[in-house]
């Protein structure tokens, strides 16, 4: 049972990074990825054992408002990321609050080229519970498109 379990987060952890993004943010390398907040340890642990060139992996969840922001390496600072957009932390983990205006910015820019099913379905689980119309619209464009 443990192990069938393993196996069924490892896939989902790998569905997630299948899109990561990289980005240079205050000197670091940073991933960017969609999770589920449960998960977002899990995205973390697999970085560090896979040894990623990763200094931090920053994971949108739309689900809990924010991002988590994790350091894969021992030199680098997730709160520095943080506190540069508004959130905080410690240097191993931090996290940044989302309004409704950043979530949808960063959908509109990061999901343009991903088709992904359970990314689409992290934004129509969003969007249920969100009102704003422009980020309705854009989860419309991303699904038809």
């Known amino acids: 049972m443990i192990n069938n379990k393993k196996k069924i987060t490892i896939r989902e952890v790998e569905s997630f990074l299948k899109y990561l993004k990289i980005l240079t943010i205050e000197g670091f390398k940073v991933g960017i990825c969609f999770i589920k907040y449960e998960y977002r340890n899990e995205v973390c642990?697999?970085?560090?054992?896979?040894?990623?060139?990763?200094?931090?992996?920053?994971?949108?969840a739309f689900e809990n408002?924010?991002?988590?922001?994790?350091?894969?390496?021992?030199?680098s600072s997730a709160r520095i990321i943080a506190e540069k957009f508004g959130g905080?932390?410690?240097?191993k983990a931090a996290a940044i609050g989302l309004?409704?205006?950043?979530?949808?910015?960063?959908?509109?820019?990061f999901t343009k080229d991903i088709q992904h099913e359970k990314i689409k379905k992290l934004i129509s689980k969003k969007v249920k519970l969100n009102k704003?119309?422009?980020?309705?619209?854009?989860?419309?464009?991303?699904?038809?498109?």
Do not use: P, W
């Open 45 to 60: 642990e697999y970085l560090i054992n896979h040894n990623s060139d990763l200094d931090c992996i920053a994971m949108f």
């Open 88 to 91: 905080g932390g410690h240097d």
């Open 99 to 109: 309004s409704d205006e950043i979530i949808n910015k960063t959908v509109e820019k």
């Open 132 to 145: 704003n119309k422009s980020l309705y619209n854009l989860k419309q464009k991303i699904i038809i498109d």
């Open 65 to 75: 408002n924010q991002i988590s922001l994790r350091s894969i390496k021992d030199n």
